[in-house]
């Protein structure tokens, strides 16, 4: 952690400052896990150790709660595990995530006390829980975690005054960090992490945080790697500049930025882009044609309509009726496309929506339309290394070159890989299947360079030998990569 230094940030508290120069893919800190837990949802499709997806998963024999890869993983969990297989016998039922993971973190600090690491900057005592400050009905569900948790918590372990137990439920409450899948593609679980909860806010951050599983493959543990977080500079930081990473998605207004910072973690933004309502005119304006633009009027109506059509189109997608979801994205963007932006993000939420719905129905040159659309209105939008572009860019590449539109789908592999080399590391799993996808593409470009007619002909033929599976089923764009810290729903 020499490259970092705990300072006052104005109006912030503390924060971390750069000890020293950093260039843009920089790692600038890493950091494992104080301790994690799989969500509920998910506990039956995630290994509880290394939080990979996998088809079939191994029951601990005794909990009958905790899954597992192999035994490899199950040894390596058991550590964390131990006391909560015996609490949850004990206890006859599985408590939910929240009080899995305050009761995790609370065994580990009673066994290697409040500092587990010479790198820890700060005790869980020293964080902030915001309890005072948290909404009449979050309070009633904390008195009911807490009151579970008293139940659930073993008379054989050491026992906790109530103050110190509210800390705990606070601080993750604020400060529990989302854990993703393998690839990076789904939340699954969530986690604490202490340094992390040290970088402040920022809604044009100058760092990404991302997750790297480490490796547990090996048969022997001594040569498995921790699972922990990256801090990755996305631009030159020089030193003694504040570290700042974003809790919300800047796709948002700054006004509903604001509001969701304000909730969620109890403080008013006053960073220059909310200030000073950076590209708030064009996530909410009309579009120019020939310097025309709309009234603000229309503007207003098909705003307003295609909020309206986004409730529908959730319903219908929550329903798994895909077709019903076309059938109302298709509606609202022939009658709002016309009139919005093409950086609206309601514009953009529809064709988000589109894309993804007609790519898992394998209508791949419409899906690729809206993609495209999607990436450029993206790219005036996002900072020019934000992942949920790069992702977005990968998604749009892939979708193409699906479409045999193999020039732009080449392209698009290509910013998405150079993106995500900033955020997420030569490493990381994703990185490494752009990579793979950026070289198949490009021997493909070379192909269709040469001759058109013939990449076509042994295209359909490779298709026509190897019929193309349905992809799986399109989840919520918000979900796993736009929040970088968990909520309690």
């Not at 949802?41 to 905790?66: D, M, N, P, V, Y």
């Not at 790198?119 to 569900?141: C, G, P, R, V």
């Not at 005054?161 to 699954?188: K, M």
């Not at 699972?227 to 500079?233: A, F, G, Q």
Request: with cysteine.
């Amino acid at each position: 952690m020499e490259n970092v230094a705990i300072f006052d940030s104005p109006g912030k508290g503390r924060g971390l400052k750069a000890a020293k120069e950093f260039w843009t893919g920089d790692v600038i800190f890493s950091e494992a896990s104080l301790s994690a837990v799989v969500f509920d949802s998910h506990a039956e499709r995630i290994c509880h150790s290394c939080f990979r997806r996998q088809e079939k998963l191994q029951r601990c024999g005794q909990c009958k709660f905790a899954h597992y890869c192999d035994r490899t993983c199950q040894r390596a969990g058991w550590a964390e595990h131990k006391q909560e297989c015996s609490a949850i016998k004990a206890y006859g039922k599985v408590p939910n995530e929240n009080i899995r993971l305050v009761s995790r973190i609370m065994w580990r600090i009673d066994k290697e006390g409040s500092l587990v690491s010479d790198l820890q900057l700060t005790t869980l005592d020293e964080l902030e829980d915001h309890l005072n400050d948290m909404q009449e009905d979050d309070l009633k569900e904390l008195k009911v975690d807490i009151h579970n948790f008293l139940d659930y918590w073993p008379r054989t372990s050491k026992q906790h005054t109530i103050d110190d137990i509210s800390h705990i439920f606070g601080v993750i409450n604020c400060n529990g960090f989302t854990v993703s899948d393998q690839r990076g593609l789904q939340a699954v679980g969530v986690g604490l992490f202490p340094n992390l909860c040290l970088v402040n806010h920022d809604c044009w951050p100058n760092c990404t945080v991302i997750l790297n599983h480490g490796s547990q493959s090996a048969v022997n543990t001594i040569f498995h790697s921790q699972r922990r977080i990256e801090l990755r500079s996305l631009g030159k930081i020089a030193e003694g500049e504040e570290l700042t990473v974003a809790y919300v998605d800047y796709l948002n207004v700054s006004e509903e930025r604001q509001r969701l910072l304000k909730t969620q973690y109890f403080f008013d933004c006053t960073c220059e882009h909310c200030t000073n309502k950076t590209h708030d005119d064009i996530k909410k304006g009309g579009r120019e044609v020939e310097g025309v633009k709309p009234s603000d009027e229309q503007v207003k109506e098909a705003t307003d309509y295609c909020f309206d059509m986004m409730e529908k189109m959730d319903k219908a997608r929550l329903n798994g009726d895909y077709h019903e979801v076309v059938k109302i994205c298709r509606q609202c963007i022939e009658k709002t496309e016309p009139i919005l932006a093409e950086t609206h993000i309601y514009q953009l939420r529809m064709w988000s929506t589109m894309s993804e719905v007609q790519a898992y129905l394998q209508y791949f040159e419409e899906a690729a339309d809206f993609a495209r659309k999607m990436v450029e209105g993206y790219t005036k939008l996002y900072h020019p290394n934000n992942a949920a572009l790069g992702m977005a860019a990968m998604r749009a590449g892939v979708t193409h070159w699906q479409a045999g539109l193999i020039e732009v789908g080449h392209g698009m592999i290509c910013k998405a890989y150079a993106i995500l080399m900033v955020t997420h590391g030569p490493t990381h799993p994703i990185t490494k299947d752009l990579e793979a996808m950026r070289m198949q593409t490009e021997m493909e470009l070379r192909m269709f360079k040469q001759n058109e007619y013939v990449y076509h002909s042994m295209r359909e033929a490779a298709l026509k030998n190897k019929p193309m599976t349905m992809l799986h089923e399109p989840k919520s764009v918000e979900e796993g990569i736009k929040n970088l810290f968990h909520r309690r729903k």
